[in-house]
């Protein structure tokens, strides 16, 4: 069953490093997605990608947060300078549909560590 | 503000009991439903959803109840096992639109032998 691939799976990183986070999202989907969960607390929506633009962002990404499909396949988070709130699981998606209603099938997550 | 919430952060159900996971949204505008699985170490995983022109909705051992009256959403996990153990999403969002869902808190199943 074709599923979404993220690496690493653990990034441990010094506050003010740029940080990139790397997905493979299903091969035949067109939407992409980040997310992210601080230990122990709810998913929150980062931004949503499709047609290499991002269609929709959430205020958590500022300035300092960036995505890219460099080529075909890969799907990129980055982070310019992390701060130690950045701390947290990121997961990435992706869909066939843009509409809600259309299954997000999620990778395993990379957990950021910011020291 | 709008926002979705999980009455329990909590839950310890014997196995082979059933489970009942509760949910407040209070966007009444509102229209489409999901409960997410996220097992530990894992990402969230679809479990099922629901429309709101339907007040139930039945998957594999599971069900969804959908009051919207007092704005409320439950799951129901009949027979539970030990692989139910995880934590519960609820989210919300309107269907017909790319915005995404508003997701809850979460709820954390525990399984007792």
């Known amino acids: 069953e074709p599923e979404v691939t993220q690496t690493p799976s653990h990034q441990v990183t010094q506050m003010g490093q740029e940080v990139i986070l790397r997905c493979v999202p299903i091969?035949?989907?067109?939407?992409f997605y980040w997310y992210r969960q601080i230990l122990g607390q709810k998913v929150e929506f980062l931004v949503s990608?499709?047609?290499?633009?991002?269609?929709?962002k959430s205020e958590i990404f500022d300035d300092q947060f960036s995505v890219e499909r460099p080529d075909g396949s890969n799907f990129t988070l980055k982070i310019r300078s992390t701060k130690l709130e950045d701390s947290a699981m990121y997961f990435c998606?992706?869909?066939?549909?843009?509409?809600?209603?259309?299954?997000?099938?999620f990778g395993p997550g990379t957990r950021l560590t910011v020291t | 503000g709008e926002s979705v919430g999980l009455h329990l952060p909590t839950l310890s159900v014997q196995e082979g009991d059933n489970s009942i996971i509760n949910c407040a949204y209070s966007?009444?505008?509102?229209?489409?439903f999901i409960w997410y699985k996220q097992e530990s170490g894992k990402g969230p995983q679809f479990i099922i959803d629901?429309?709101?022109n339907m007040d139930k909705r039945q998957g594999q051992r599971v069900t969804v109840l959908l009051n919207k009256t007092v704005k409320h959403l439950s799951l129901q996990i009949a027979a539970t096992q030990p692989g139910d153990s995880a934590v519960y999403f609820c989210?919300?969002?309107?269907?017909?639109?790319?915005?995404?869902?508003?997701w809850g808190a979460g709820t954390k199943l525990i399984i007792k032998p």
């Open positions: 629901i429309r709101s």
């Open positions: 990608f499709y047609n290499n633009e991002i269609s929709e």
């Open positions: 989210a919300e969002g309107l269907m017909d639109s790319n915005y995404q869902l508003i």
């Open positions: 998606a992706s869909s066939a549909e843009g509409l809600i209603s259309y299954e997000q099938y």
């Open positions: 966007n009444s505008a509102s229209d489409y």
């Open positions: 091969s035949n989907h067109l939407y």
